[in-house]
Every structure is written in C-alpha cells, then in structure tokens.
C-alpha cells in the first residue's frame, strides 16, 4: 500500500479515538446541550488557541490560497497582509464581553445572546435564519474541497480504482463517481466524529490538525528551500518567469498511438507540433476509438518551460494564442504589485482592494459565528489573553510560510496553473518523493485535510445548536436532557447529510460560494453583535434591520455582480469587498432605527451593562 | 445608567485594538503603494531573499504586530472574574 496513505490512514484513526473519548465524556454531563454544544465553557489555553486558529483557517488556507501565491506571485503577502491584526481584533474585540455576558445570561448560541439582550424572540430567530442559510453554503465548499484532498491520495490504489467502477454503476449521468466515492468517504469520516463527540471532540481533533498544521508547513518550509537552493535563488528564478499564454489547442493522433482510445488529461504536458513549446490542458477530453479526429481544448502554452516528463501520445496544433491581460511578457511581474492577472487588465491587486482585504480579514474573522461561539468558550481572561498571543505566532508562521512555500514551489514545479487547486497536494508528494521519503506525503496532505475538517465539523456543530437550541428548546423550553441529547445526534446527523446530498452535483465555482457565505454571515453579524456588545441604546427593531439591510445589500451585490459577469461573483462597488458595504449599510441602519424608536427596556439593558 | 467596571475596561481595551488596526494598515498599505507597484527592472531589489518591499513593508510590519499583539495581551487587557469564577469564589 502506498505510504502516504498509511501514514494519512494513521491520522484519520487518532481523530476517532479522541472524539470517543470526548464523546464519552460529554455523554457523563449533566447539562449535556452546554456540553455538546460549548464543552462547558471550560477551554484552556491550548484548546481554545488552536480550535479558534483552526476553524478559521479552512480548506481556503490550504488549497485556495496556495493556488493563488502559484498564479500571481509574492503580491499574496500583501493580499494576506491583514492576518497580522487578526489575533488582537477577530478574538480582542469582543472575546472578553461577549464571554462575560454569554456566561451572565446563560446563552449558548449567539443568536441567543441577541435575543436575550433584548429579551425578543423575533430577533433571535432572524439571526438563526441568517446562520443556517450562509453556513449550508459555506459546509457545502468545504465537502468538495475535502473530497479532492482524497482523491489525489487514494488516485493509484487499486481498491479505490474498483469502488469508482462499483460506484459508477449507480451514478447518475453527468456526475463524476470519483468524486462521488471522496466524498461520500469524506462525510463518513467527518460526520461520524462529530456527532459523537461533539464540541469537545471538534475541539480535541482541532488541537491535534492545528499541530499538523504546523508541521506540515514547518517541515514544507524546510524542503522546499533546501531543494529549490535558497530563497534568494528562488526569487531571482521567479523574477525570470513570465506568465504563460492561453490557447486553443487541437490535439491529433501521432502515427505510434495507433488506434487506441487517448485521454488528453487536464494538467498534463503535451509538446507542440512545432516541438518548440508545451501546452497543458485546463480540461480532459478523449480522441475516441477508431476515431481520426482530432480535439479541441483550451490550454496553457509554455514556450521556456522545460518539464521533467511529457506525453508522446498525441501533438497539438495551436490556435488563438492570447496573453494575460495583464503581465503579459512582462519579467519581474512575480515579485511586484498588483500582480499577473488572466481576465484584469488592472492586474490581480489593485491598492484599494488590498485595503478591502486588509479589513475583511481581521474584522470578518470577528463576524464568523464559528469564531463568535468560541469566544463564548474558554475558562477565563487569562486563557483569554495568552491564547491572543498563541494565536498570532500561528498565524504569522503558517501564513507568510505558505506564501515563501509556493513561490519556491512555482520555480520547482512550473506549470501547474491549469491545475492550481492541486498545487498543495503535488507540491507535497513531489518534496516527498525528492527528499526519499514519500510516506511524508500522507502526513503533509493531511495538514490541508485538517484544515478542512475542522471548518467543517465546527460548522455542522454551529447549524445543529442554532436549530436545537434557538428553535426547539424554544417550543419545548421543558424538554429533558436525554430528548435533548437524542434530538442532538439526530439533528447534527441530518445536517452533515443533507450537505453531502446537495453537494452531490456541485457548483462550479466553489472559492466564489466560500467568499459569499463567508462574507455575508460576518456582515450580517458583525455589527448587530459588536453594538449588542457595546452600545447601550440599541434596540430590537435597530438589530433586526441591521441584520436584514445587510442580508438585502449582500444579496443584491451578488445579483448585480452575477447579471454582469455571468458569474457567481459579487458586485465590488468602488473595488471594495461587498462585506465593507454590508458592515456599513448594517452600522447605519442599526443606529438610524434605534435612535427613531423608543428607549430599550432598562432592566434589559443593565444586566448586560 | 451607571456602567459596570467591567464594561468600562472593555471600552478602553477596544479603543488599543481599533488604533493597533489604523497604525498597521496605515504602515503596510501606505509603504507598499509607494514600494509594490513599481517595475522590478532588469536587477530586482532583495532583502534577505524577499522583494525589498515585501521585507519593509510586510515582514517586519508584522513582526512589529506580533509584538504589539504580546503588549496588549500583557498590559493592555486586565483580568476580571468571570461569573461561574466569581460562584466558585464565593
């Protein structure tokens, strides 16, 4: 059995156990709901540190980001830029209030907290609508990712390769089994633990994937320079690299490939008829049997590259040659702003959208209820400010890292940009195999997989509270501990497979769902909650239009960004981040609607002031 | 209404974090517009293997945030008991 896979096989194994036995020690408890769903409000330093560090690094860190350091260069460093302030503002800026007046009023979710602080139910109810509808699509991103990371490790095993044949005798046409088969894998691994153990196993397995995490990327770091010969050599080789170009390429038979079926694999290089330049395929296609044919396809086209292998089965006539839109032939373009962009003739970073991310990361971190209900979790101040510091180590370490990483990557392995989701787990498995170590592989693909894995399982949990707490127990405030344990397994069950179901056929523009669920749950919740906090005079009626006139302004960017570019992609109005425009649109309404309307109840308002 | 010692301390610990954000993203966004997008030319500019501007304007922002992030951790935030720690004290 290939290495990696044993290694990765280990790694799945010590996440079971340790949700069994937190799911064990949840069962002991005598308020189960605040056990399962907040592990007790009882998080120390190292479990509150990485399981807030973790959850917020997802698939997106590790597989959506890399791709995008390999496509446009050393301009991410400024695109991430903003993570440096993360720690003090995503956990600083509420973490102690919020903490104070969940434990005060005895909350557990945070559309409780809302309700309570204005003793109304409506407003507790639209903020659980607003959680359940962009967290569905944010879960379902994450399946998909999860269910790639797989399939580049099972890719070879023969068992695999025959579950994909059984598989696909029960696929529906136009779904791909091997994608089916990952994530039906995926959900089975994921979904198990987290129904069983809870909060405290999603906490327990967060702290074990933030160590991976960090090895993964400490132990990446240390191979890539080595091979790549040193940063400085990796820089200057990068400064030499210019974008490649777009075509249209007509792949045709070559006279030994006689009569056989060929697949021309998206990714793979194909020499020219020229034999002069290669071109990579950004989508498969097949010459089929007994076919003289040729094929079309659109592709990338190398003209200095120089590949370790390429196919011989098929030559490729070129067509419609076309440069980036910005950075075309242009040398240097890799190591300044705004970086090469395909589509932009502005280029990839424009200096008004890195300020958009530079306040969408740390302060839409501080939106994200998955962050929120951590904040709500951990013992006391003092885990509360050493876990601030555990925090910005993290991330100063795992994000500048992966930026140096794939800019070296991009010199030892070029060409990847038809395939550049992949680039992490490739990258992975080619140091490995460089360095003669290939079951290292299993244990590097595992750091994204963790990330992964504990977005997905603080996600799930973050659904089944809102609907057992927020909405049953409202119906049933007297229902008792074993119904509520029941209905809690069931409910984090139903929500795990409801969102492999709807991710059977996916979208395809996933990193476009991620960045609409993502930015609308944080601009819809962010002000409602940090003037909840610290505004006195806010009302119900202010944090439901809040909540809503942002919902409206997120839901209309991204209509009017779809009707433009045909696209899922939101409207950015004055080049900023659709969240900015939520956060203001939400501050403003909150503000404008509770000053019209009468005083809040001061007996409310007190106990949380 | 009289505001409890509690809120009172959060407001001030708030007002450390807004300004910590403001002087940072004044720092990176302001050396990088003037330092990131020019032409690398013939010879690009490298500090310790990085883009000179990724080095001025980045990394050592960053080590300087991670810094500012120990500080207020250390003695901007004060410790207040929390109620389950306030019952047991009691």
């Known amino acids: 059995m290939n290495p990696a896979l044993i290694s990765f096989g280990i790694y799945v194994l010590v996440v079971f156990v340790l949700a069994w036995i937190a799911g064990n020690s949840s069962s002991k408890s005598k308020s189960f709901v605040s056990e399962y769903f907040l592990g007790g409000r009882a998080l120390g330093l190292w479990a509150f540190a990485l399981t807030f560090a973790t959850t917020n690094a997802s698939g997106g860190s590790f597989i959506g980001f890399p791709a995008k350091i390999y496509t446009h260069g050393w301009v991410l460093a400024l695109w991430i830029a903003g993570y440096m302030t993360v720690p003090f503002i995503a956990i600083g800026l509420l973490g102690k209030r919020l903490n104070y007046v969940a434990r005060k009023v005895n909350a557990i979710t945070l559309p409780e907290v809302l309700g309570k602080r204005f003793k109304n139910e409506s407003v507790t109810l639209v903020a659980t609508g607003i959680i359940v509808l962009f967290m569905f699509f944010y879960l379902m991103a994450q399946f998909k990712a999860g269910g790639m990371i797989l399939s580049t490790l099972l890719a070879d095993e023969p068992l695999f390769i025959e579950g994909i044949e059984f598989i696909s005798q029960f696929t529906p046409s136009g779904m791909d089994p091997e994608y089916l088969l990952t994530l039906i894998i995926f959900s089975l691994v994921v979904i198990g633990y987290v129904v069983y153990g809870g909060f405290k196993a999603v906490v327990w397995t967060d702290i074990m994937q933030g160590i991976i995490m960090f090895l993964g990327v400490a132990i990446m770091l240390v191979l890539v320079l080595s091979q790549v010969g040193g940063l400085e050599r990796a820089t200057r080789e990068l400064h030499k690299m210019v974008p490649p170009k777009t075509c249209v390429a007509v792949f045709e038979r070559t006279s030994d490939s006689s009569q056989e079926k060929i697949l021309i694999k998206k990714?793979?290089?194909?020499?020219?008829?020229?034999?002069?330049?290669?071109?990579?395929?950004?989508?498969?296609?097949?010459?089929?049997?007994?076919?003289?044919?040729?094929?079309?396809?659109?592709?990338?086209?190398?003209?200095?590259?120089?590949?370790?292998?390429?196919?011989?089965?098929?030559?490729?006539?070129?067509?419609?040659?076309?440069?980036?839109?910005?950075?075309?032939?242009?040398?240097?373009?890799?190591?300044?702003?705004?970086?090469?962009?395909?589509?932009?003739?502005?280029?990839?970073?424009?200096?008004?959208?890195?300020?958009?991310?530079?306040?969408?990361?740390?302060?839409?971190?501080?939106?994200?209820?998955?962050?929120?209900?951590?904040?709500?979790?951990?013992?006391?101040?003092?885990?509360?400010?050493?876990?601030?510091?555990?925090?910005?180590?993290?991330?100063?370490?795992?994000?500048?890292?992966?930026?140096?990483?794939?800019?070296?990557?991009?010199?030892?392995?070029?060409?990847?940009?038809?395939?550049?989701?992949?680039?992490?787990?490739?990258?992975?498995?080619?140091?490995?195999?460089?360095?003669?170590?290939?079951?290292?592989?299993?244990?590097?693909?595992?750091?994204?997989?963790?990330?992964?894995?504990?977005?997905?399982?603080?996600?799930?949990?973050?659904?089944?509270?809102?609907?057992?707490?927020?909405?049953?127990?409202?119906?049933?405030?007297?229902?008792?501990?074993?119904?509520?344990?029941?209905?809690?397994?069931?409910?984090?069950?139903?929500?795990g497979v409801l969102a492999v179901f709807a991710m059977m056929n996916p979208p395809q523009y996933l990193q476009d769902l991620i960045i609409f669920a993502s930015g609308g749950l944080a601009g819809c919740l962010l002000m409602p909650m940090a003037l909840c906090l610290y505004w006195p005079r806010m009302t119900p009626k202010g944090a439901i239009a809040g909540m809503l006139g942002a919902l409206i302004i997120h839901l209309a960017?991204?209509?009017?960004?779809?009707?433009?570019?045909?696209?899922?992609?939101?409207?950015?109005?004055?080049?900023?981040?659709?969240?900015?425009?939520?956060?203001?649109?939400?501050?403003?309404?909150?503000?404008?609607?509770?000053?019209?309307?009468?005083?809040?109840?001061?007996?409310?308002?007190?106990?949380?002031? | 209404m009289t505001q409890s010692k509690h809120f009172k301390q959060a407001k001030r610990e708030l007002f450390f974090f807004l300004a910590g954000w403001f002087f940072f993203a004044a720092w990176v966004l302001i050396y990088s517009y003037f330092n990131a997008y020019k032409d690398q030319g013939q010879e690009p500019s490298i500090t310790l293997g990085m883009p000179s501007w990724v080095f001025w304007g980045i990394a050592i922002p960053w080590i300087c945030a991670t810094a500012f992030t120990i500080y207020i951790s250390l003695f901007v935030i004060k410790d207040h008991p929390f109620i389950n720690e306030e019952e047991q004290k009691k």
């Open chain 1, 267 to 495: 990714g793979t290089w194909y020499r020219t008829a020229d034999d002069v330049a290669f071109v990579v395929p950004s989508k498969s296609t097949f010459i089929n049997k007994g076919s003289n044919e040729s094929s079309s396809v659109k592709a990338y086209l190398y003209d200095d590259s120089k590949p370790q292998s390429f196919s011989r089965t098929s030559i490729a006539q070129i067509k419609s040659t076309k440069g980036y839109a910005y950075g075309d032939n242009k040398k240097g373009v890799y190591l300044s702003a705004p970086g090469p962009d395909l589509k932009k003739g502005t280029g990839f970073l424009a200096i008004v959208t890195a300020l958009s991310f530079f306040i969408f990361w740390p302060f839409g971190g501080t939106g994200q209820p998955a962050n929120m209900v951590r904040l709500m979790a951990f013992k006391n101040t003092q885990t509360l400010r050493r876990s601030i510091i555990t925090v910005a180590f993290f991330y100063s370490f795992i994000y500048f890292c992966l930026v140096i990483i794939f800019c070296c990557g991009k010199v030892l392995m070029p060409g990847m940009e038809a395939n550049a989701d992949r680039v992490m787990p490739e990258l992975a498995t080619l140091l490995s195999k460089n360095a003669g170590m290939p079951w290292l592989a299993g244990l590097l693909v595992a750091a994204p997989f963790a990330a992964i894995m504990s977005s997905v399982d603080s996600f799930i949990l973050m659904l089944s509270s809102s609907l057992v707490r927020d909405v049953y127990q409202r119906i049933n405030p007297n229902a008792s501990q074993r119904k509520l344990k029941s209905l809690s397994y069931m409910i984090t069950l139903s929500v």
């Open chain 1, 557 to 609: 960017l991204t209509i009017i960004g779809f009707k433009m570019t045909g696209n899922f992609e939101p409207y950015d109005f004055l080049d900023l981040n659709p969240f900015i425009w939520d956060v203001i649109g939400s501050a403003f309404l909150i503000v404008s609607v509770s000053l019209l309307g009468k005083d809040p109840n001061q007996e409310n308002t007190e106990q949380f002031f």
